[in-house]
């Protein structure tokens, strides 16, 4: 998946908001004002760090070489996921972080 179908697919789950904290090249989703994305602009290949259950992060890690710890993120609770790890997985993932996160704000 491109980085533009990406962000669009972040931008269509409900209440999501989109910043850039870390400045311009780094886009920051949020879900009731609490971070579940982050997308690099300038990487040669493109990843997003996505946050996810830690026991399943591992697994992840084992399972999949284009997903990794997260970096400059809690290695415990996020992933760095390369946007070609197919987009099934991927959709996936992100319905992980955003569920995560939007739960908690019920």
Do not use: Q
């Not at 989703?29 to 579940?36: E, N, P, T």
């Not at 084992?62 to 070609?84: A, E, F, Q, T």
């Amino acid at each position: 998946m491109d980085l533009e179908s990406f962000r669009e697919a972040v931008l269509r789950l409900p209440n999501v908001s989109e910043e850039t904290p870390f400045g311009p090249d780094v886009l920051v989703f949020k879900v009731g004002g609490k971070m579940f994305a982050l997308l690099g602009l300038d990487n040669p290949e493109p990843y997003t760090n996505l946050k996810c259950d830690p026991d399943r992060a591992e697994e992840l890690r084992i399972d999949h070489p284009g997903i990794r710890p997260g970096y400059h993120m809690s290695k415990k609770h996020w992933n760095s996921v390369d946007l070609d790890v197919g987009d099934a997985l991927l959709l996936e993932l992100l319905h992980h972080s955003y569920d995560l996160i939007a739960s908690k704000k019920k």
